[in-house]
């Protein structure tokens, strides 16, 4: 186990399939963060490719299909709560949180207790 901080500072190597425990605003900022390799949000071209935006208008609505997105690791998202995930983020950009993590293929999983961590890895029952 690591701390979020560990993470974002380059401290640890990150493995393969990653569990992070907790779905708040950090959760979700961790999760995004282990999904991308590179950020689009400066990228113009590659955002509006990333949501399918045709900048031409050469479809209708402006809109194409959304880039290809091929997640490099299997990142879970776990939260003790039964409510839906990520509704304590942000009215206005939860839902754009949580398509980013759907592209990516997280597996969200609510209603988890956490049984033991060992060097087999995390055990978790979901309810």
């Known amino acids: ?25 950090i959760g979700f900022d ?5 999904c991308e390799r590179e950020s689009t949000s400066l990228q113009t071209d590659k955002w509006l ?8 208008y050469q479809h209708a609505g402006g809109l194409t ?10 990142v879970y998202l776990l ?4 409510t839906k ?3 304590g983020l942000g009215k206005t950009t939860g839902w754009i949180h949580r398509s980013v993590l759907k592209q990516h293929e997280v597996k ?5 207790s956490y049984e033991k961590f060992d060097e087999q890895g995390l055990h978790i029952k979901v309810r």
Do not use: C, S
């Open 30 to 34: 961790i999760a995004h963060f282990l």
């Open 49 to 56: 490719a990333q949501w399918g935006i045709d900048k031409t």
């Open 108 to 112: 969200m999983k609510t209603g988890v």
């Open 1 to 25: 186990m690591v701390d979020y901080q560990q993470v974002l500072n380059g401290q640890v190597e990150i493995g393969q399939t990653v569990a992070l425990i907790g779905a708040g605003g």
């Open 79 to 82: 939260q003790r709560k039964t």
């Open 65 to 74: 299909e959304e880039g290809e997105h091929h997640p490099g690791r299997d």
């Open 85 to 87: 995930m990520g509704k």
